[in-house]
């Protein structure tokens, strides 16, 4: 027996003895929808079916399609499998806040980073970068002072950080790019842009 939607019975239904099978609609008459017999199947809109449903195999998430959606936000990173990332328009970083340096660390959320001195400091040194444990990998890491008049001197090989050098970021438009190895264990200079 089938039911209207206010829970009476319906003169045209038809009763279901099939485990799992479903009363649907063709549009023109009642039908039911078989089981598929396949353990992991879902339930799919296909309109080419007479009822507008059939079974298809669960892809369990782990194929989602990117290329209809103008942006999406993760909770967790994307693991492309050692596949190439191609034909990218623009890398943008995200820009956030100031970060001071904590007793000659720079604790980093973001490939980005603006380094600030401690307490302000006219100067300051800048010994060692940690990253969160939840950021395992290789992280490429671009520096930048965040004001004028505090100096962020960068230090060559006193902690976790291996330079040409020691760098001062002085002027808000001098930049230093590392390379994270090791999940951050040691920061590696790609390059230096001093523009005073």
Request: glycine share 12%; hydrophobic share 35%; with cysteine.
């Amino acid at each position: 027996m089938s039911f209207n939607g206010n829970g009476y019975p319906e003169t045209e239904g038809f009763d279901i003895s099939n485990k799992g099978s479903i009363h649907t609609s063709s549009g023109s008459g009642n039908t039911a929808q078989a089981v598929s017999g396949n353990n992991g199947y879902v339930l799919s809109e296909n309109s080419s079916q007479s009822n507008g449903l059939e079974w298809i195999a669960s892809s369990s998430g782990a194929n989602t399609a990117l290329s209809n959606l103008s942006s999406a936000q993760l909770n967790e990173g994307i693991d492309i499998n050692n596949k190439a990332l191609d034909e990218i328009g623009f890398t943008l970083f995200k820009m956030g806040g100031g970060t001071a340096i904590s007793s000659g660390t720079l604790t980093i959320q973001q490939s980005f980073a603006l380094v600030d001195t401690e307490g302000s400091a006219s100067s300051d040194d800048l010994d060692d970068i940690t990253q969160p444990a939840s950021q395992i990998g290789e992280a490429l890491l671009v520096l930048k002072c965040t004001h004028f008049g505090r100096n962020v001197v960068v230090k060559d090989g006193t902690g976790n950080l291996y330079l040409a050098g020691d760098f001062s970021l002085e002027n808000v438009v001098d930049t230093l790019t590392l390379i994270g190895v090791s999940s951050g264990a040691g920061y590696y200079e790609i390059s230096r842009s001093d523009n005073n």
